[in-house]
Every structure is written in structure tokens, then in C-alpha cells.
């Protein structure tokens, strides 16, 4: 199993600032997945992020606008940039270990 | 295009008796199945899974169903229990940890005392 730490687990900001949320493993993985939920919705994968390589988008999802750092196998940032209420969710950290995906607990974030 | 699919968003079964959860997929390259349970507030936390493999998989009171020729899964609760009310997310991936695991949309599940 692993434990993942994320940080703020909440938030309220204003529009068109921007966010970085944090999350550190307890062991080093070669892959973490950073998920949205949206209100109501589901875990949607926003990107993908390799320790010394950029980070793979999935469709819908920009860099500009998410921006992921990478800088060691036990750490990563997802960055939410010029921030409307649309982008109000449940921010998640995941690693996984063979099938299973272990989470973080989220950052609620919102956006007034 | 959704390659998970519940299509109950939401269920309401009595404490004591069986919930059971619904699950389909698109995808034949999927080779593990996964049930995620979230409660508010909280990350998803994993539930139980099933290697394409197998067609049952039974941990304590949760099985797990899966008929691999008709794409379909279930999740079976029994007895249920009031703590077991949660959004409950099934989960589909392929047996590495390099691929993405894909979530359907969640069946909230409400157990009456």
C-alpha cells in the first residue's frame, strides 16, 4: 500500500488566481495521476506525471492550464492557473502499486 | 466516451439485506476490475477486485461478479449495513502500474436502518 499526503485539503479563491496543491508519497513511484471530481461527478484523470519527463495530458486537459511538476519519485504539484468557478472540484493524488490505485485525501477547492 | 458505466446513480436498499451494484465496460483490453468506495470529504478507498480471470471474487460480506463475454460486473453487499452508504465507483485497468485507471461515474448507495 502507500500513503499520500495532499496539501491544502481545501481552499476558496478568488477568479483567475491560481493554485498549487502538493502531494508526497511514502514511497517512490514511477508514475502519479492527478484526478479532478467535479460536483456530482467522477474521478476524471486530468493528467499522468513521470518522474523527469512531462507530464501526459488526457483530452480536455492543457498544460497551461494544469501545469504538474515532477521534481522526485515521492513528490508532485498540480497547479490550477487563472482559476474560474468551473474549475470548483475535488482535486486527487493517485499512485498505483501493480492494479490498485491508492488515493490522497483531495483538495477541495473553490472558486468564487 | 465512456468506457465505465453505472448506470444507477443512485440506490436505496434496507439494512439486513442485499445491495447489489451494477457495472459495465467498453474496453476489451481491460484485464483488472476494481470497486472504490468515497465517502465525502475523503479520497476513494479500494474495496475489492477481480483479474479478468476469475468470475467471483468474495471478501467478507462484498462479492464481486464479473461475466467477461457481456463486458459486466456487479458488486454484491450482503447483509448490508448503514455504514456501507457511500458513493461506490467501479473501476477498470490493465495489470501495470504505467496504465490509467478509469472510473465509472459512481451508484450512491443508501442503506435504511
Known amino acids: 500500500s502507500a500513503v499520500i499526503s495532499q496539501k491544502p485539503s481545501r481552499d476558496i479563491c478568488q477568479r483567475g488566481t491560481s493554485l498549487t496543491i502538493q502531494c508526497q508519497v511514502d514511497?517512490?513511484?514511477?508514475?502519479m495521476f492527478w484526478y479532478r471530481q467535479q460536483p456530482g461527478q467522477s474521478l476524471t484523470l486530468i493528467a499522468t506525471?513521470?518522474?523527469?519527463?512531462?507530464?501526459?495530458?488526457e483530452s480536455g486537459f492543457v498544460i497551461d492550464k494544469f501545469p504538474i511538476s515532477r521534481p522526485n519519485l515521492t513528490f508532485s504539484t498540480l497547479t490550477v492557473s487563472n482559476m474560474s468557478p468551473e474549475d470548483s472540484s475535488i482535486y486527487l493524488c493517485?499512485?498505483?502499486?501493480?492494479?490498485?490505485?491508492?488515493f490522497g485525501q483531495g483538495t477541495r477547492l473553490t472558486v468564487v | 466516451d465512456q468506457q465505465v458505466k453505472q448506470n444507477s446513480p443512485s440506490l436505496s436498499v434496507q439494512e439486513g439485506r442485499i445491495s447489489i451494484l451494477n457495472c459495465d465496460y467498453t474496453n476489451s483490453m481491460f484485464d483488472y476490475f476494481l470497486w472504490y468506495k468515497k465517502y465525502p470529504a475523503e479520497g476513494p478507498t479500494f474495496l475489492i477486485s477481480?483479474?479478468?480471470?476469475?468470475d467471483k471474487n468474495e471478501d467478507g460480506r462484498f462479492t464481486v461478479f464479473l461475466n467477461k463475454s457481456a463486458k459486466h460486473l456487479s458488486l454484491h453487499i450482503v447483509p448490508s449495513q448503514p455504514g456501507d452508504s457511500a458513493v461506490y465507483f467501479c473501476a477498470a485497468t490493465t495489470k501495470t502500474s504505467y496504465d490509467k485507471v478509469i472510473f465509472g461515474p459512481g451508484t450512491s448507495l443508501s442503506v435504511i436502518p
Open positions: 514511497s517512490q513511484v514511477t508514475m
Open positions: 506525471a513521470n518522474q523527469g519527463s512531462e507530464a501526459t495530458y
Open positions: 477481480i483479474s479478468s480471470i476469475k
Open positions: 493517485s499512485v498505483k502499486a501493480t492494479v490498485m490505485a491508492f
